[in-house]
């Protein structure tokens, strides 16, 4: 069903945002223990705070519209059942 398959892809999604993000903290902890400096160090550390907080708002914009999606997928049976009820009040 529609509810089965957004419940999918909300899984799917969260998969690969923690298998990218595990891929990502590996290379910045490569790269900071690679840093000849303090200086190079602290600018890797804002690069990759920077990085992540852009990236964590876009995911969860992502999931904000997969969880509406589902939540309206959810909600169709009980729209028929009100519109069909109203029908009858009338």
Avoid: N
């Avoid at 190079?40 to 969860?60: N, P």
């Avoid at 589902?70 to 029908?87: F, G, I, M, R, S």
């Amino acid at each position: 069903t529609a509810l089965t398959k957004s419940v999918q892809q909300i899984a799917a999604e969260a998969a690969e945002f923690s298998k990218k993000s595990l891929e990502t903290q590996t290379a910045f902890v490569e790269k900071l223990f690679g840093a000849k400096s303090l200086d190079s160090a602290i600018q890797i550390q804002q690069d990759y705070a920077k990085s992540s907080y852009e990236t964590l708002v876009a995911q969860a914009t992502k999931f904000s519209e997969l969880y509406t999606g589902l939540a309206k997928e959810a909600l169709k049976p009980v729209e028929a059942a009100v519109a069909k009820a109203q029908t009858f009040a009338k």
